[in-house]
């Protein structure tokens, strides 16, 4: 695996959403590069933060989420093995 095919796939590893052989590739990949590993860290803790940041609310809304998402994905990080 790539690091960009890690970056594609880092939304639904987090979420739990990936088939078990693609989330092996994933694991295996992060355990390998520490870039990815590191970049892998910073996206759960964004996202733990902007779900905190809006758990008061009923029924939260997706899009601040998916602006804080989007934003990651449009600075990627910079990675010797991509």
């Given at each position: 695996?790539?690091?960009?095919?890690?970056?594609?796939r880092?939304g639904?590893?987090?979420?739990?959403?990936?088939?078990?052989?693609?989330?092996?590739?994933?694991?295996?990949?992060?355990?390998?590069?520490?870039?990815?590993?590191?970049?892998?860290?910073?996206?759960?803790?964004?996202?733990?933060?902007?779900?905190?940041?809006?758990?008061?609310?009923?029924?939260?809304?997706?899009?601040?989420?998916?602006?804080?998402?989007?934003?990651?994905?449009?600075?990627?990080?910079s990675?010797?093995?991509?």
């Open positions: 695996m790539t690091c960009r095919e890690f970056v594609s880092l639904n590893y987090v979420d739990g959403d990936l088939a078990a052989r693609k989330r092996t590739e994933c694991v295996k990949h992060a355990t390998a590069c520490p870039d990815c590993a590191a970049y892998l860290q910073s996206y759960q803790a964004t996202v733990r933060v902007a779900r905190k940041a809006y758990e008061d609310l009923e029924q939260p809304s997706a899009e601040p989420i998916a602006r804080v998402i989007d934003r990651l994905f449009r600075h990627p990080l990675c010797q093995r991509m």
